[in-house]
């Protein structure tokens, strides 16, 4: 059955997603880029300045890119104050966004189809758990991609803790909604978009 609303798109991926069947995934995924395109865009300011409301620290990243800007100290310019993030984006409204992991949220990181088969085949020994406990999740421009955010707990990162899975803890960062990579680009184009409506209402966060 074919959707005809954002929110029934949404349902589909979500079943698709579960079921960890890549040809699905893609089909839904397709379908909510089909039925979201009409929503007007929030501003990147606007965005980062929502995230500094959540007490979340953002920093910019390179236009289109996923990379900070060069000459800047990256995730550690993470802040929330609110003049320094409108004085950045004023300099460079194009700039993605940035946030900081292992603050208030740690994230991961489904890379793909590949992930997505880890996913659902350590479903009941892990990622069943780590969906209870989910805050928010975005769909990446890379087919399949999702970053899961769940509480901080203090870690680091970790590469591979399954095939296709990554970890970002303490020192990493995630390019956040609604971030946009531009056809051309070497990484997957597209733009990062919440899933559902993320519950950073309900964070607390890491010392």
Same mark, same amino acid.
């Given at each position: 059955?074919? $959707?005809?609303?954002?929110?029934?798109?949404?349902?589909?991926?979500?079943?698709?997603?579960?079921?960890?069947?890549?040809?699905?995934?893609? /089909? =839904?995924?397709?379908?909510?880029?089909?039925?979201?395109?009409?929503? $007007?865009?929030?501003?990147?300011?606007?965005? /980062?300045?929502?995230?500094?409301?959540?007490?979340?620290?953002?920093?910019?990243?390179? =236009?289109?890119?996923?990379?900070?800007?060069?000459?800047?100290?990256?995730?550690?310019?993470? +802040? +929330?104050?609110?003049?320094?993030?409108?004085?950045?984006? &004023?300099? +460079? $409204?194009?700039?993605?966004?940035?946030?900081? +992991?292992?603050?208030?949220?740690?994230?991961? %990181?489904? %890379?793909?189809?590949?992930?997505?088969? &880890?996913?659902?085949?350590?479903?009941?020994?892990?990622?069943?758990?780590?969906?209870?406990?989910?805050?928010?999740?975005?769909?990446?421009?890379?087919?399949?991609?999702?970053?899961?955010?769940?509480?901080?707990?203090?870690?680091?990162?970790?590469?591979?803790?399954?095939?296709?899975?990554?970890?970002?803890?303490?020192?990493?960062?995630?390019? /956040?909604?609604? &971030?946009?990579?531009?056809?051309? &680009?070497?990484?997957?184009?597209?733009?990062?978009?919440?899933?559902?409506?993320?519950?950073?209402?309900?964070?607390?966060?890491?010392?």
């Amino acid at each position: 059955m074919t $959707p005809h609303t954002p929110e029934e798109a949404e349902q589909a991926l979500r079943d698709a997603i579960d079921s960890g069947d890549p040809a699905r995934i893609a /089909a =839904a995924e397709a379908d909510v880029e089909r039925l979201d395109n009409p929503k $007007p865009l929030v501003p990147l300011m606007s965005s /980062a300045l929502w995230y500094a409301s959540h007490d979340i620290p953002v920093f910019r990243l390179l =236009a289109g890119r996923k990379h900070p800007f060069p000459g800047s100290h990256g995730l550690k310019d993470a +802040t +929330t104050d609110l003049d320094q993030i409108r004085a950045w984006w &004023s300099r +460079t $409204p194009e700039a993605n966004i940035g946030l900081a +992991t292992g603050h208030k949220f740690d994230v991961v %990181d489904i %890379d793909g189809p590949l992930g997505q088969k &880890s996913r659902a085949e350590h479903w009941d020994s892990v990622f069943a758990t780590i969906d209870a406990s989910q805050i928010a999740k975005v769909l990446t421009p890379r087919p399949g991609g999702m970053h899961i955010y769940v509480p901080a707990t203090g870690d680091g990162n970790g590469a591979g803790i399954a095939p296709g899975v990554d970890y970002r803890g303490q020192g990493g960062y995630v390019v /956040a909604p609604p &971030s946009v990579i531009p056809a051309g &680009s070497k990484d997957h184009p597209g733009r990062y978009r919440f899933l559902g409506t993320p519950a950073f209402t309900t964070l607390g966060g890491a010392a």
